[in-house]
């Protein structure tokens, strides 16, 4: 049988009961465009997540002092050699690395004129705020001259800023610590809390060398802080970063190594895996009102096949074999599914749009997805099609005649 006229007269049998067909495709049409829908906003949600974690580390890693135990424990007793700021000029000049600042903490009571507060003062270096991503939102952050002389200059966080000034302007004012005068030079921009509870804004920032030498009476630092120029590069930037240590550190082959490098890798990792996952089952649920799309044609054709049940068995009478009948009817029902699929598609990605204005999340549409559940619609209608035309084609054309 030609498949062009095939689908013509397909086409005329779905056009002669407009509204059953419409109501037919119905689950069609939402199964697709649930599909396109969800699967768009998981990825727009998922390129969030990957921008906030790149940002919180995603090109980032730690190198403490101290030796970890198989266990996990860390030790800091007996460590001839702390990592100092040479350690981190070296690390500076690997090729892959961008950025590189020493860290030291300690936590005081801070004074400004009759208010006090008592908060985290982090010593780093002028590379601290890109590594972060992390800029003043008042002022200025203290630049290389500043660490070098250790200049008594300190950049307050939020909460700190509210804290001893209120609604005053704190930049210029003075703030003493631990009996050492400071000049409030910035206020960071706020940046909340951690996961686990943490007010990231209660610190105070100086520079390493000013608290090194000014507060603290130490050379060492306690960690150091590196960025390399794309996640792709952390593994061998870890690797070498070891290696170097190791080497400045003179720790044999057979001897534990006296510090640790901490990476957000697997982590991300992690995450993005759960990402994948929900992707795949929001599009698994959705994908059964397609199911539920296909039985409502497998029903609509076996009444169609009631209804034409006379004009098949005309059909056979002047010739038609049963293949031809087969196919009529078969691709009568694909016809629908792909039509509900077309429907749905444009229903889709409408719906992605209008949901990701709503949500704010990017409503990312992939091409991927289009097909996969195109595709679905087509074998939905497919499978679901074959049993009632079997069922036409295996009319007793003499029984067919006589049917009324």
Not at 10 to 25: E, F, G, P, W
Not at 196 to 204: E, F
Not at 306 to 317: F, L, W
Not at 352 to 367: D, H, N, Q, R
């Amino acid at each position: 049988m030609n498949l062009l006229l095939a689908f013509k007269i397909s086409y005329d049998a779905v056009m002669s009961n407009k509204l059953r067909s419409v109501l037919t495709t119905l689950g069609i049409i939402i199964g697709v465009a649930a599909v396109i829908t969800l699967v768009a906003l998981t990825q727009g949600a998922k390129t969030i997540i990957e921008e906030q974690l790149t940002n919180l580390g995603g090109n980032s890693l730690i190198v403490n002092y101290g030796k970890r135990a198989g266990t996990g424990i860390v030790t800091r007793s007996n460590i001839k050699n702390p990592l100092t700021a040479a350690d981190a000029d070296a690390i500076r000049n690997l090729s892959m690395v961008t950025f590189v600042s020493p860290i030291i903490d300690t936590a005081a009571t801070v004074v400004s004129g009759n208010r006090n507060w008592f908060t985290t003062i982090v010593g780093v270096s002028t590379d601290f705020i890109n590594i972060n991503d992390w800029f003043p939102d008042q002022g200025n952050f203290f630049n290389n001259k500043d660490v070098l002389s250790d200049a008594r200059v300190c950049v307050i966080g939020k909460t700190v800023a509210n804290n001893l000034f209120g609604y005053q302007n704190p930049i210029g004012k003075s703030v003493r610590i631990r009996n050492n005068s400071f000049k409030v030079i910035g206020v960071m921009s706020p940046i909340g809390q951690t996961p686990s509870g943490k007010d990231q804004d209660d610190v105070i920032l100086v520079p390493y060398t000013t608290l090194q030498k000014r507060i603290m009476g130490i050379s060492h630092v306690d960690n150091i802080s590196v960025s390399v120029k794309n996640s792709g590069d952390v593994p061998v930037a870890q690797t070498r970063i070891i290696e170097l240590l190791r080497e400045r550190h003179k720790i044999r082959p057979n001897m534990v190594d006296d510090f640790y490098v901490k990476t957000q890798l697997s982590i991300i990792e992690r995450i993005f895996t759960i990402s994948k996952i929900m992707t795949i089952l929001l599009g698994s649920i959705a994908s059964i009102s397609l199911i539920v799309g296909g039985i409502g044609i497998m029903n609509i054709m076996l009444v169609s096949v009631g209804e034409r049940t006379r004009e098949i068995g005309i059909r056979m009478a002047v010739g038609a074999k049963e293949s031809d009948i087969l196919i009529q009817f078969l691709v009568e029902a694909v016809f629908i599914s792909i039509a509900g699929g077309t429907i749905g598609i444009i229903v889709g990605i409408a719906g992605s749009k209008i949901s990701s204005s709503f949500t704010g999340w990017p409503g990312e549409i992939s091409l991927g997805s289009i097909l996969i559940a195109f595709g679905f619609a087509a074998i939905v209608g497919i499978f679901f099609g074959i049993y009632p035309a079997r069922k036409a084609s295996k009319l007793d054309p003499i029984e067919a005649l006589r049917y009324e």
